[in-house]
């Protein structure tokens, strides 16, 4: 985790939740927002049948809600926690307040807004992909280096991995059986070796 100004960290006030705990529901007030700073935390959505669907998963020095605690009063989402996690929680008031006073607290705040909205954007632009298959190699290759052969390690379960991509586990378990019959990955458990990244590379016209 990055080491963040002292003055951050002194805004927030640590909250412990247990595993499986919920951190806020949807239409739960955003009267603020959290920093993670030991644990995880799973973010998602539920669809019209009532199914869940995966939005983020978020660990220490990540931010969780700060977008929304600006601009809106209730949350659109739900956050729960993973495993035994501290979380920070910032009042709103308390962090205007910083921000009138401090021009440096206004500037973190304008780079943290502005680096989520990146990610969201590239977030988008994953999941309209057309295929599994691409938005899988899209993810693999998030973390892979460039080089001809990199390993990656899943931080998810796959069933948990699928609903962050969007589809269920059975449709991922194909996409990655496919890719591996291909000799591009193999596949051992929560590891995968890429084999060549060039080439997941020219299937997204990186």
């Known amino acids: 985790m990055n ?3 002292d003055k951050i960290v002194d805004l927030g006030k ?13 239409g739960d ?15 998602f959505q539920l669809d019209e049948q009532g199914r869940e669907l995966d939005i983020a998963r978020l660990g220490p020095g990540e931010f ?12 659109p989402f739900f956050a729960q926690a993973v495993e035994d996690s501290e979380i920070a929680f910032f009042d709103r008031r308390t962090v205007l307040r910083a921000i009138d006073a401090e021009p440096a607290t206004a500037r973190f ?17 994953s999941l309209g992909m057309k295929t599994v298959r691409q938005r899988l190699v899209q993810y693999l290759l998030d973390d892979c280096s460039g080089s001809s ?37 193999e596949v051992k458990g929560k590891t995968i070796g890429i084999r060549n990244c060039p080439a997941l590379r020219g299937e997204l016209k990186i």
């Open 149 to 185: 052969r990199c390993v990656v390690e899943l931080p998810l379960k796959k069933s948990e991995l699928a609903k962050h991509l969007g589809t269920v586990n059975e449709t991922l378990s194909r996409a990655l059986k496919q890719i591996e019959n291909e000799g591009l990955i």
């Open 29 to 43: 007030s955003s009267a603020g927002f959290f920093l993670i700073r030991s644990g995880a935390v799973r973010v």
């Open 3 to 5: 080491r963040l100004p």
């Open 64 to 75: 969780l809600g700060e977008a929304i605690a600006f601009v809106s009063e209730r949350f």
């Open 109 to 125: 705040f304008i780079e943290l807004l502005a680096r989520k909205c990146v990610h969201l954007s590239s977030r988008v632009e």
């Open 14 to 26: 640590p909250r412990k939740f247990s595993r499986g705990a919920s951190v806020f529901r949807a």
